[in-house]
């Protein structure tokens, strides 16, 4: 019998979620710059309030040019529901807060962004939500640390800044034995590089400001719902599954099944705290999906060139990167991601804090900035900028050391870059070498 | 809402709302390996307009217990015990493909027990690909892709959810995902082998509403011209860019169609 001819992934890249429009036939995805929508009359306006009929009321609960992003992103992950939200940090703020409350628990991994880490470990403490970090390799650590009250284990799979893989099957099995679900952020995967539901994550969450949307002009987040947690066992899951007075006594899991959790993170989730998406930056980020696999497959390339020569620069005193055989986890992101590792590269500059402060600074053409998957080639020091806020015991937690230079390899010619480079090496050797004389 | 339909646990939603011996009640059946989950633009509509709405899970689907049932006859006499637990004397019936064959099947047998009838992506038969029965009744995983593909129409398969965010697909594949434990081949063995469509059709004298998708591939638009042809006060309506889910590839129309039909039948 002859395969599905259901689209395959580039073709989804381009067209998932968009139907061309009827008025006036555009091939683009129409950007909707409108806070609100007409109602045909006040039983069509009753019926969208209370989610008897699909619609648009306000922009800040859904808007249609972000509808055709939402939609293409789960499909490219093979998810069941989507729901865009302004940034990464609200769709990972988001997934959390639609099954925790007050008194709840969350295993995390300690490799984490550092505003993700701040989040668990300052911020929902404040709302009764204590999390215990376990480190990404520590996989018994997982088991140990769940208690009655937690409500899901978050974590990366490539963990940013230190590029440590987290062995997802091996964690969602810890969690499916535990009946929670497994939180992933993808944004350095994307699901170009890996399906994380078929590793094992229950829920997606994306920084899509990063590699998806590519070009380093929009920022937008995402949560994708793969559609088959049980949030039914027990009680355990009391959002999606007890009547929600504000929506008449809905069970969410009762009504909408797969797309439970995506429901209420929408219904309540954005009605009431309000996390946005504009429908310019979800243009953006659409028109950014576009090329998603021709910019991987550069990305994943240009990264193996700058592994070589970075790991024959007499200037560079560790190099990592999951690639590389003498990475920890090596075989497990071999495994999980093989059609590459991502383009995150970290390495130890010779002549530590100063020296790659030196060499950040002598930078003509990559980029110093705080962002990564940008098609233009970025160098940051996280020790001094996105981890700065972290105490000296929560940086070794996350393994950054004071030599730390974290590289998103662009798309330009590497040869541009690798002279680039050498005159930074150059200049972070300089003071060394006026000292020594 | 959790009850015991001979002697197993049998599962619908009403929405939330508690069933009301004074109004009206619409049963609504699903399809081959889906669940009531399949019908949410329908009926939450209705539970708030005067209606008592009971969307079922048959047996071995969602959350009712199996097995599945092997005929539609069963699934047709199930139907009509659930109504006997929940004191419910009559009901209207909406069924969505296979649910349109139990419905012709409850019309036949429990004719006193039914008021209106909507068949929505209906057929009189439904004769399986061998291949593709084959398939499901192997748990083989590649039946449930096949039915993606077939189920959608030009426009499901890219998307455009009338619900902001949600997938076609994606939703579809994990709620006959959920059920594939065998039910998937049982169901559609069960519409394979039943043969009583044209004579139950023929004896159907209650008001009938036929909905068909112009780009249905599993029922296509002339096999369900067939259907409402049979039944004697019956009306039928085309909606276009719909496949074979026209339940929610074309949700408000679907919804706003029976709508109509309820209002100027009961």
């Given amino acids: 019998m002859s395969d599905p001819k259901t689209y395959k992934f580039n073709t989804k890249t381009l067209h998932s979620g968009h139907q061309p429009d009827k008025n006036y036939g555009s091939r683009a995805v129409p950007i909707y710059q409108s806070t609100s929508y007409l109602f045909q009359d006040t039983d069509h306006a009753a019926a969208l309030f209370n989610l008897e009929e699909g619609g648009h009321i306000y922009s800040r609960i859904s808007n249609p040019t972000v509808a055709v992003l939402e939609e293409r992103v789960a499909a490219l992950e093979g998810g069941s529901a989507a729901l865009a939200t302004a940034s990464g940090m609200s769709a990972m703020m988001l997934s959390l807060l639609t099954i925790c409350s007050a008194g709840d628990h969350i295993v995390a991994s300690s490799q984490l962004y550092g505003g993700s880490f701040n989040l668990l470990r300052l911020t929902l403490p404040r709302f009764g939500i204590e999390t215990t970090f376990v480190k ?301 004389r | 809402m959790k009850l015991k339909v001979n002697g197993k646990e049998a599962y619908f939603t009403s929405s939330g709302r508690k069933i009301n011996k004074d109004q009206p009640t619409i049963i609504f059946v699903h399809g081959s390996g889906l669940t009531h989950v399949t019908w949410v633009l329908q009926t939450r509509y209705f539970a708030f307009h005067g209606y008592n709405t009971i969307a079922v899970d048959l047996p071995g689907h969602g959350d009712s217990e199996g097995p599945p049932l092997e005929s539609i006859e069963e699934m047709a006499d199930w139907i009509a015990e659930l109504l006997n637990v929940l004191e419910i004397k009559k009901s209207s019936y909406v069924g969505h493909s296979q649910g349109c064959l139990v419905g012709l099947e409850f019309a036949h047998r429990h004719s006193d027990r039914l008021e209106l009838l909507a068949l929505i992506n209906g057929s009189l038969s439904m004769k399986m690909n061998p291949e593709l029965l084959q398939l499901a009744k192997d748990k083989n995983h590649k039946a449930v892709d096949l039915m993606m593909d077939w189920v959608h129409g030009p426009l499901g398969q890219v998307g455009g959810h009338p619900v902001p965010g949600l997938s076609h697909i994606g939703m579809g594949n994990q709620l006959v995902s959920s059920n594939n434990n065998g039910t998937l081949g049982t169901d559609f063995n069960a519409c394979d082998q039943y043969e009583n469509g044209e004579k139950a059709a023929s004896g159907i004298n209650h008001p009938t509403l036929c909905i068909m998708g112009k780009y249905d591939r599993m029922t296509p638009k002339k096999v369900g011209i067939e259907l409402a042809n049979k039944i004697q006060n019956s009306q039928q309506v085309v909606i276009e860019d719909s496949g074979h889910m026209s339940i929610l590839e074309t949700a408000s129309d679907t919804k706003n169609l029976l709508k109509k039909f309820f209002k100027e039948n009961s």
């Avoid at chain 1, 009655?148 to 810890?174: A, D, H, R």
């Avoid at chain 1, 793969?226 to 009547?243: A, H, L, R, V, Y």
């Avoid at chain 1, 009431?272 to 980020?285: C, E, H, K, T, V």
Wanted: negative net charge.
């Fill in chain 1, 136 to 436: 990404p390799r520590d996989i018994e650590g997982f088991k140990k640390a769940i208690k009655p009250n937690t409500k899901c284990i978050f974590g990366e799979l490539i963990g940013n800044p230190g590029i440590e893989i987290m062995n997802l099957p091996e964690v969602s099995k810890i969690a499916k034995d535990e009946g929670i679900p497994v939180i992933i952020d993808g944004t350095f995967n994307t699901p170009y590089l890996c399906n994380l539901f078929d590793l094992g994550a229950d829920i997606i969450v994306h920084s899509l400001t990063k590699w998806m949307a590519g070009h380093g002009t929009s920022m937008g987040g995402c949560i994708v719902e793969k559609g088959d947690f049980n949030w039914k066992q027990g009680s355990k899951f009391p959002t999606m599954t007890e009547p929600y007075e504000g929506y008449h006594g809905l069970s969410f899991a009762e009504e909408f099944g797969p797309a439970a959790f995506t429901m209420r993170a929408r219904a309540e989730g954005m009605r009431d705290f309000g996390p946005s998406m504009s429908p310019m930056n979800a243009f953006n980020i659409l028109t950014g999906i576009e090329t998603l696999s021709l910019r991987m497959d550069k990305h994943i390339s240009n990264t193996a060139i700058m592994l070589d020569y970075l790991s024959n620069n007499e200037n560079v005193t560790w190099v990592n990167h999951p690639s590389l055989p003498n990475h920890p986890d090596h075989e497990v992101a071999k495994k999980l991601m093989p059609q590459g590792q991502g383009s995150m590269i970290a390495f130890g500059i010779k002549g530590g804090r100063e020296a790659g402060q030196a060499f950040i600074n002598a930078m003509k053409l990559t980029s110093h900035l705080a962002n990564v998957g940008d098609a233009k080639s970025l160098v940051i020091h996280p020790a001094s900028t996105t981890h700065s806020q972290m105490d000296k015991k929560s940086l070794e937690l996350a393994g950054l050391t004071d030599d730390m230079i974290r590289f998103s390899v662009g798309l330009e010619d590497m040869d541009d870059i690798i002279n680039d480079f050498n005159n930074g090496f150059r200049a972070s050797q300089k003071p060394r070498l006026v000292a020594s």
